[in-house]
């Protein structure tokens, strides 16, 4: 399962630090994912760090949000800085995790938690 920390209200200009960890009988993790979801809006996919390091993020957050992993530990945080107002959204923390005993990786989320970014 995975679980979420972070989030809450902060000032336009803030910073906020979401993490989340994965826990179980974990065999392997693939790409660990944050999304978010704005009222009236579908979920979108905002930041990726995959298995081999690798970062992608949706044009939105670029050079704001960093995604970043300890692989150790199976988790995956977000740093968001220089937040605006259209980033509050209930974010979500997502991995493809292969189970001990599976054979194949499946989609995990987290719970959703919130962040708003108002004065």
């Known amino acids: 399962q995975l679980q979420a920390f972070g989030g809450g209200l902060v000032q336009p200009g803030g910073s906020l630090r979401l993490s989340c960890a994965a826990s179980g009988s974990i065999r392997r993790i693939g790409d660990m994912d944050w999304y978010r979801q704005a009222p009236g809006n579908q979920r979108e996919l905002i930041a990726r760090a995959t298995n081999d390091g690798r970062t992608n993020y949706v044009d939105s957050v670029k050079g704001r949000f960093t995604i970043s992993r300890n692989y150790a530990e199976n988790t995956v945080s977000l740093q968001m800085n220089s937040l605006k107002p259209e980033d509050t959204a209930v974010y979500y923390c997502?991995?493809?995790?292969?189970?001990?005993?599976?054979?194949?990786?499946?989609?995990?989320w987290g719970q959703g938690t919130q962040v708003t970014v108002s004065s």
């Open positions: 997502s991995a493809h995790i292969l189970l001990q005993g599976s054979s194949a990786y499946y989609a995990h």
